[in-house]
């Protein structure tokens, strides 16, 4: 029969044995050769019939420490240590909270370091030289760019590499006017004709007709561009200013005469062409349209 220690398991806290369960316990040491047994200070002494005594010590453990140097102390009640340096755990459970700023040889951490793609797969490298594959890139794509376009009645048609096309409507244009143009600053005086020309793509900028425009005093009042053949156009723009000569207006318009000249008339302000005065750096164009 084995020694009866709790009457109702393990469990079962705060609860005696019976008077029973005590007897039988006597019974059973008494077999066992036991004769009494005595408790101090930690150590349980057995005595037999015969007199013989058989200590047990029983320790316990009263505290523990853990330092720096990764030493963990166990302290019992008879103050002897029992001290293990801990380098390397393989397994460990914590509840509650865990340092690890003393630990060593703790695993490198994971990163990735650079990775080159080829073919619809990116290949990374990590830091201890480890690679790992991403593959599932589209792949035969092709750079598409405008080669091109045509222009027609406000819409512009562009031409790609792939041979398609797109349109781009609602351009307003303004057409094109042709023609040829004369402006210089007109001087005259003593009867004597100064030109500087600003632009000219009528004659050749000699002054001298028949291959530019040569300037004369004619009449009173008058004053004439001559290139031979130059005016036969209908359309033809003269722009002249008035003169302030001497303190006294003149009022100046031009005049298409023939296909070899055009005419500056120089009224006085009253209408009349009674003379043709000096003066300087008068403002002429003439624009011969086709």
Not at 79 to 101: D, E, K
Request: charged share 10%; proline share 3%.
């Amino acid at each position: 029969m084995p020694l009866v220690t709790r009457q109702y398991g393990p469990n079962a806290k705060n609860l005696k044995l019976s008077f029973y369960d005590m007897d039988m316990n006597l019974y059973y040491l008494q077999e066992l050769g036991v004769s009494g047994f005595s408790y101090s200070n930690g150590t349980i002494n057995i005595t037999n019939p015969t007199g013989g005594t058989k200590s047990v010590t029983i320790n316990k453990v009263t505290g523990f420490t853990y330092n720096n140097l990764n030493t963990f102390t166990i302290t019992d009640n008879y103050n002897n240590n029992f001290s293990a340096t801990i380098n390397t755990v393989t397994g460990l459970t914590v509840n509650g909270t865990i340092s690890a700023t003393t630990y060593q040889n703790l695993p490198t951490d994971i990163r990735v370091t650079g990775g080159t793609y080829s073919n619809g797969t990116t290949i990374f490298t990590n830091n201890t030289g480890g690679t790992f594959n991403v593959t599932g890139f589209y792949t035969g794509l092709t750079d598409v760019y405008i080669t091109g376009g045509t222009f027609s009645a406000g819409t512009i048609t562009f031409t790609n590499t792939t041979g398609g096309t797109f349109n781009v409507t609602g351009i307003t244009t303004t057409p094109s006017v042709n023609y040829t143009i004369y402006k210089a600053l007109v001087s005259l005086s003593g009867g004597i004709f100064t030109v500087t020309q600003l632009e000219n793509t009528i004659g050749d900028g000699s002054g001298v007709s028949p291959n530019d425009i040569q300037w004369s005093n004619p009449n009173n009042g008058i004053i004439r561009a001559t290139k031979t053949g130059a005016f036969t156009s209908s359309n033809i723009l003269i722009s002249v200013e008035n003169i302030n000569g001497g303190g006294v207006l003149y009022i100046c318009t031009g005049q298409k005469s023939t296909s070899n000249f055009i005419s500056i008339n120089i009224f006085l302000h009253d209408g009349t062409l009674l003379s043709t005065p000096n003066f300087s750096n008068l403002p002429v164009e003439i624009r011969i349209y086709n």
